[in-house]
């Protein structure tokens, strides 16, 4: 018996990549699928897989940053399996450039499918959630990209830093109806990563691939289960056959100047020890260089 019997599970962008393998696991472990699809061909293909193993599954076309589609999501899963148990927010698209050479709609399509397609499903399942006075499960797709930032990715970057917010936000809103909410930064070799890095080849047959997209998806099917319902607010690293835990955004060092309001110039002789103190340099740094894995250097 798998670790979603009976449960449902909705999951965007689920036509290929990180998504597919995502529905696909949870399928595999019990659950009905409500799977998001952008491109309604990919998406049909994975309803197929899904249904032809002895799931169940169903496609809900369109882009899910418009809230149409992100509510139909939910009433989908309600009208055809009798309930929501579980949102994986997914969906994504690249438009890197460095900040400059930037146009706004390059600005304004990765926002609107990262940040407003995770707030509209976010705000359809929580309402439900809340109504029926339900326990749920979302978790977000984030990535080191905003948590630590990546040069060519401010939109991107912005947008994943946005989720790894809300979903802190929305799992102290929601703790009371026994809803979490987590995030995970993931890395995989997908259609995605390809535009970005390039190919990255597949180990050889027969051993662990590490960059295989499916690899992700058994930790999402679990932060989906009955087993996760003390864990929330919380951002993972997932690749590969690892898990990570990011600690988030913490103060790590203070200056004070004696009850008295600063005067800017005081700075200059100040600041340099909080600097000291938490061994951080002032200089803008190349945070990517820091991750434990990076598909470049695998
Ligand atoms: N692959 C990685 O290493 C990696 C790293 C960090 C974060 N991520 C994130 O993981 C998620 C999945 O990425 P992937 O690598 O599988 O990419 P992918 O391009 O292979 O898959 C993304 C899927 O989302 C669909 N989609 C795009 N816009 C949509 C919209 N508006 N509405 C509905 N569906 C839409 C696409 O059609 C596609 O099927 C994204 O949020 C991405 O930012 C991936």
């Known amino acids: 018996m798998g670790i979603l019997e009976d449960r449902v599970v909705i999951v965007t962008g689920a036509g290929r990549g990180l998504g597919r393998g995502e529905a696909l696991e949870c399928a595999r472990q019990g659950a009905a699928v409500v799977l998001n699809e952008f491109d309604p061909a990919t998406g049909a293909a994975v309803v197929a897989e899904i249904e032809s193993s002895g799931g169940r599954a169903v496609l809900v076309e369109g882009d899910v940053s418009q809230v149409e589609v992100a509510d139909r999501l939910v009433a989908v899963a309600v009208d055809s399996f009798g309930q929501l148990d579980a949102l994986v927010n997914n969906a994504g698209i690249l ?3 460095t900040l400059v050479k930037m146009s706004p709609q390059e600005w304004d399509a990765v926002i609107a499918v990262h940040l407003r397609g995770h707030y509209a499903a976010t705000h359809a399942a929580c309402g439900y959630w809340r109504e029926q006075n339900r326990p749920g499960r979302m978790v ?4 080191t990209s905003g948590i630590l930032g990546n040069f060519g990715q401010a ?3 912005a ?3 946005g989720i790894a917010a809300l979903s802190t936000i929305v799992a102290q809103e929601m703790a009371k109806y026994g809803v979490t909410s987590n995030a995970i930064a993931p890395a995989a070799r997908t ?3 390809e535009s970005a890095y390039g190919d990255i ?3 050889e047959s027969g051993t662990f691939d590490f ?3 499916e690899n992700v998806a058994p930790f999402v099917a679990w932060l989906c289960s009955d087993s996760a319902g003390d864990i929330s607010g919380k951002v993972f690293g997932v690749q590969g056959d690892t898990v990570e835990l990011y600690q988030p955004y913490t103060s790590v060092a203070v200056i004070e100047n004696d009850g008295q ?3 800017p110039e005081q700075f200059t002789d100040r600041i340099g020890s909080l600097f000291e103190e938490s061994g951080i340099v002032a200089q803008a740094e190349f945070m990517m260089s820091k991750l434990r894995y990076t598909m470049s250097q695998r």
């Open 140 to 143: 977000h797709t984030a990535s």
């Open 159 to 161: 947008a994943k830093a």
């Open 201 to 203: 080849p597949a180990t």
């Open 95 to 97: 438009r890197d450039r």
């Open 261 to 263: 309001r600063w005067e």
């Open 155 to 157: 939109n991107y970057g």
């Open 211 to 213: 960059w295989a997209p």
């Open 191 to 193: 259609a995605m990563t």
